[in-house]
C-alpha cells in the first residue's frame, strides 16, 4: 500500500515538475546564448575559460544538492540530470565539469562527509571551488581497487602522507578539492581503500601531464601527482578504510549523469539533423521528403526517448530513497550505445558537410565515445547487471 501511495504522489516518469521545466529552460537559454558561441574555440583551445565556470556558478547548476544553509540550491538530484542534458545539448564538456561536480563530489560530500568536512567544504563548492574525483591509476580502471597509491600515518598521528600517481582526472586542470582514493593499509586489500579530501594548494600535489583527447576535448583530463603530500586525518572522507565504498557507491549517481550527457548530445545531434534535412534538397525536393530518411530520424528518436526515460527513472529512484544500482548501470550503458548510434546518423545525414569541423555534429559525434568509457566501461556495466540478474531469487 505505501508503495501505491509514494507512486501516486511523485511526479509521473514523463512529466516535469514546475521546478523542473523552469531549470530545463533557463539552463537551455543559458546554454544557447552563452556556452553555444564558444564551442568550437573551446573544442579547438582544448579549455573552458574560468570566466564561464563562474557563469555556471551565478546559474545555480554547481551546487544542485548543497542545503541552502550552506549556499547551494537545496534541491533534488534529478535537477542535476536535467542540467547535465541541457548543457550536452550545446556542450558534452562544459556539462561534464558541471556533472563531476554535482553527481560525484557534492554526492559523495553529503553522504560521507562529517559536520565539519561539510561546513569547511559545501560553502567553497557552492561559491567558486571546482571539485574533482581521483580513483584511476595507470594500473588500475576497470580494477579500480587495484590501486596503488599509499597513505602511511604521519608521526605526530594527525595525518597521512599520500603518495603515489592518478590518471584520467576530469576538472583537475580548474578544481581546487579534490577526492582522491589511496590504500592505507594495502595488508587489507580494499578494505584499506581511504577517500581523502585535498585542497589544491596543499604542498606535494601537483598536476601534471594534461591528456590531448578524441571528444571532450575543452574538459580538462589530467595526471594528478602526489608526492609525499601531507593530509591532515580532519580530511578523511568517511572512514579509515572505507575509502571502497565512497568510490563505488558514488559512481552510481554519477553513472546517471553521464547517461543525462549522452541523451543531451545524442539530442543535440538529432536536432541539428532535424533541422539539416529540411534544408537540403537533393533530386528536386528536400531530403526530408525521403522515406528512407524519415525512418532513420524516427527510430533514432525512439531510441533516444527510450534511452531517457531509462536515465530519469534511475534518478527517480535515487530521489525516492529507493535502490538505483542496475537502473544506473542499465541507463549508462543504453544511452551511450543510443548516443553512438544517433550521432553517427546525425552526421551521415550532414552528407559530406557533416565531416567537418564546421558541422557541429562532427563534435558531438566524437564527444559520444566516452560515454563507453569513462566511470565504468560497457563491459563493467553489463557485469554489475549481469550480477544482479543471476542472483537466485527468493
Ligand atoms: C576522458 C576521460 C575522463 C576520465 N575521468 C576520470 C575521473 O575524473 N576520475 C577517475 O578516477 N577516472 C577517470 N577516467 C578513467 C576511466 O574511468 C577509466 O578509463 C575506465 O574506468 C576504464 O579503465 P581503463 O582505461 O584502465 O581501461 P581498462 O580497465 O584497461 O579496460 C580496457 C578494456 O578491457 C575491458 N575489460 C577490462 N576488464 C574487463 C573484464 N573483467 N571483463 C570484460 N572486459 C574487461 C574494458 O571494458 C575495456 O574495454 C576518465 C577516463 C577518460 C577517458
Known amino acids: 500500500m505505501p508503495d501505491i501511495l509514494d507512486l501516486a504522489q511523485s511526479p509521473p516518469l514523463t512529466q516535469l515538475s514546475e521546478d523542473e521545466q523552469l531549470l530545463r529552460a533557463n539552463v537551455r537559454a543559458f546554454a544557447e546564448a552563452e556556452v553555444a558561441p564558444h564551442v568550437r574555440e573551446m573544442d579547438k583551445q582544448a579549455t573552458i575559460p574560468r570566466a564561464l565556470i563562474d557563469q555556471l556558478f551565478d546559474l545555480g547548476v554547481m551546487a544542485i544538492e548543497i542545503p541552502e544553509t550552506f549556499g547551494g540550491a537545496g534541491a533534488h538530484f534529478f535537477l ?100 582522491v582514493l589511496a590504500n592505507a593499509n594495502p595488508e587489507a586489500g580494499y578494505r584499506g581503500i581511504t577517500a581523502f579530501l585535498i585542497e589544491r594548494d596543499r604542498p606535494g600535489l601537483q598536476i601534471g601531464k594534461k591528456e590531448d583527447k578524441l571528444g571532450i576535448r575543452a574538459s580538462s583530463t589530467c595526471e594528478l601527482l602526489l608526492d609525499e603530500c601531507r593530509v591532515p586525518k580532519a580530511n578523511i572522507l568517511g572512514e579509515l578504510g572505507r575509502g571502497y565504498k565512497v568510490a563505488i557507491e558514488t559512481l552510481n549517481e554519477g553513472r546517471i549523469g553521464i547517461g ?120 563493467m556495466q553489463l557485469q554489475t547487471i549481469a550480477k544482479r540478474i543471476m542472483q537466485p531469487k527468493g
Open 80 to 179: 542535476s540530470v536535467i542540467a547535465i542534458e541541457e548543457l550536452s545539448r550545446v556542450d558534452p564538456s562544459v556539462a561534464v565539469l558541471v556533472d563531476v561536480q554535482n553527481t560525484l563530489v557534492i554526492t559523495a560530500l553529503l553522504k560521507w562527509g562529517s559536520s565539519d568536512v561539510k561546513e569547511r567544504f559545501l560553502p567553497r563548492l557552492a561559491s567558486d571551488t571546482l571539485g574533482a574525483y581521483a580513483l584511476s591509476e595507470a594500473g588500475s580502471g576497470s580494477d579500480a581497487f587495484a590501486l596503488t597509491t599509499r597513505a602511511v600515518e604521519d608521526a605526530a598521528g594527525d595525518g597521512y602522507v599520500l603518495s603515489g600517481r592518478k590518471l584520467w582526472i576530469t576538472n583537475a586542470s580548474e578544481a581546487g578539492l579534490f577526492i
Open 260 to 379: 543525462a550527457q549522452m541523451v543531451g548530445l545524442a539530442q543535440g545531434a538529432l536536432d541539428h539533423a532535424l533541422a539539416y534535412v529540411q534544408e537540403r534538397r537533393q533530386f528536386g525536393t528536400a531530403i526530408a521528403e525521403f522515406q528512407a530518411v524519415q525512418f532513420q530520424l524516427a527510430q533514432a528518436q525512439t531510441e533516444l526517448e527510450m534511452a531517457r526515460l531509462g536515465v530519469y527513472n534511475a534518478a527517480r529512484l535515487r530521489d525516492a530513497g529507493r535502490g538505483f544500482l542496475t537502473e544506473a548501470a542499465m541507463a549508462k550503458l543504453f544511452s551511450s550505445q543510443v548516443a553512438e548510434r544517433v550521432t553517427s546518423l546525425a552526421l551521415q545525414l550532414f552528407g559530406g558537410v557533416g565531416y567537418t569541423k564546421d558541422c557541429p555534429v562532427e563534435k558531438l559525434y566524437r564527444d559520444a565515445k566516452v560515454g563507453q568509457i569513462y566511470e565504468g566501461t560497457s563491459n
